[in-house]
T-cell receptor, first 108, second 115 residues
């Protein structure tokens, strides 16, 4: 059974701090890794993807992938209240396996 | 450019009835995915269509079915509705099947309520 695990949270972070979201996966053959953001009552939207080991930066967001340890993380720098949402990790090749999501709350 | 569109936005049915949900992908996208998201739960994969063919289905009973039309739009049918089918049904499209399959663009969803 292929699984993707995320801490459900909520994760509470002060405004301006770094939010760190983590995800572990069971399938060592996974090649593609995605982070989606879902605001309450809205559909998920893709914010980052990473295919190779290491870090990938896009603005305030950094995705980190460690295939040997089978984890992928998302760092959000200078957290803003608008970053408050549920963050979904998705892992796979041709078919994605989704985590249940981590609820992030940014406190003003 | 129009995003993924889904209809209807809301649908209310009673137990035993059938529901049909529709999805139009982004222009040029050939892959369509259907997901179920029950209240407070994660995304559960239902079906994946690409180039008119069903490529994969999730762990759902056969009363969940669908198809993809030549214009790549898709519909999801749920027969013999049960109370636990009440959920948000999300459609997503991607440019093509392949490594970037996870780069999905979601519609706003169809909320199905079964009474």
């Amino acid at each position: 059974q292929k699984e993707v695990e995320q801490n459900s949270g909520p994760l509470s972070v002060p405004e301006g701090a770094i939010a760190s979201l983590n995800c572990t996966y069971s399938d060592r053959g996974s090649q593609s890794f995605f982070w989606y953001r879902q605001y309450s009552g809205k559909s998920p939207e893709l914010i980052m993807f990473i295919y190779s080991n290491g870090d990938k930066e896009d603005g305030r967001f950094t995705a980190q992938l460690n295939k040997a340890s089978q984890y992928v993380s998302l760092l959000i720098r200078d957290s803003q209240p608008s970053d408050s949402a549920t963050y979904l990790c998705a892992v796979g090749n041709y078919q994605l396996i989704w985590g249940a999501g981590t609820k992030l709350i940014i406190k003003p | 450019e129009a995003g993924v569109t889904q209809s209807p936005t809301h649908l209310i049915k009673t137990r035993g009835q059938q529901a049909t949900l529709r999805c139009s992908p982004i222009s040029g996208h050939t892959s369509v995915y259907w997901y179920q998201q029950a209240l407070g739960l994660g995304l559960q994969f239902l079906l994946w269509y690409d180039e008119g063919e069903e490529r994969n289905r999730g762990n759902f009973p056969p009363r969940f079915s669908g198809r993809q039309f030549p214009n790549y739009s898709s519909e999801l049918n749920v027969n013999a509705l049960e109370l636990e089918d009440s959920a948000l049904y999300l459609c997503a499209s991607s440019l093509e099947a392949g490594r970037n399959t996870g780069e999905l663009f979601f519609g706003e969803g169809s909320r199905l309520t079964v009474l």
